[in-house]
Antibody, heavy 122, light 113 residues
Framework: QITLKESGPTLVKPTETLTLTCSFS??????????VAWIRQPPGKALEWLAL???????RYSPSLKSRLTITKDTSRNQVVLTMTNMDPMDTATYHC??????????????WGPGMLVTVSS | QSVLTQPPSVSGAPGQRVIISCTGG?????????VHWYQQFPGAAPKLLIY???KRPSGVPDRFSASKSGTSASLAITGLQADDEADYYC?????????????FGGGTKLTVL
């Protein structure tokens, strides 16, 4: 059974850098085909894909946020870390990590972590 | 503005059939990338409902079905039940030269009357 859980600060100030950790079990990011994605959802709004990292360290970023995002993995600790620089109140959202597999870009996300609400406010 | 367009809301009475559309374009659905669907209850994480255009994960009732044609996809729910009331999102991959990546629809709120 695959499970994921997000952790990190629930409140950050504008211009600060957000660091979120996804801790997972039930699969290994050293296994061919495995991946972890980050997806966010502002309150009352739609889902937005942010970043994805594969078993081979291939990294993909949302074009609109690419300059602010970094995704890394720690295979030995079964963790994926997302950093987002220069946080703005518009970045207030619930941040989810999700398991994915390499499917010739036709990836789906399953399962998802419960998510954590990150509020950006001074 | 989402790359994939969904109606903001749909509704139906218990037992009825509803369809949720997901309209894309030449750089995503029409280009051959699969469409996937998620169900999300308030305060909960999205749950995979349909993958690979029309496949149901284990445990998803066959009341849920989906299809894809041209630049669009659709999710059909038959025998509507009160606990189907949720938000539904479609998702695909967009290969636009200005910025490829995975994309979601704007979401559709299903109300069971």
């Amino acid at each position: 059974q695959i499970t994921l859980k997000e952790s990190g600060p629930t409140l950050v100030k504008p211009t600060e850098t957000l660091t979120l950790t996804c801790s997972f079990s039930g699969f290994s990011l050293s296994t061919r085909g495995m991946g972890v994605a980050w997806i966010r959802q502002p309150p009352g709004k739609a889902l937005e894909w942010l970043a994805l990292i594969y078993w081979d360290d291939d990294k993909r970023y949302s074009p609109s946020l690419k300059s602010r995002l970094t995704i890394t993995k720690d295979t030995s600790r079964n963790q994926v870390v997302l950093t987002m620089t220069n946080m703005d109140p518009m970045d207030t959202a619930t941040y989810h990590c999700a398991h994915t597999t390499w499917e010739l870009l036709s990836n789906w996300f399953d399962p998802w972590g419960p998510g954590m609400l990150v509020t950006v406010s001074s | 503005q989402s790359v994939l367009t969904q109606p903001p809301s749909v509704s139906g009475a218990p037992g009825q059939r509803v369809i949720i559309s997901c309209t894309g374009g030449t750089s995503n659905i029409w280009a051959g990338y699969d469409v996937h669907w998620y169900q999300q209850f308030p305060g909960a994480a999205p749950k995979l409902l349909i993958y690979g255009n029309n496949k149901r994960p284990s445990g998803v009732p066959d009341r849920f079905s989906a299809s894809k044609s041209g630049t669009s996809a659709s999710l059909a729910i038959t025998g509507l039940q009160a606990d189907d009331e949720a938000d539904y999102y479609c998702q695909s991959y967009d290969s636009t030269l200005s910025g490829p990546g995975w994309v979601f629809g704007g979401g559709t709120k299903l109300t069971v009357l």
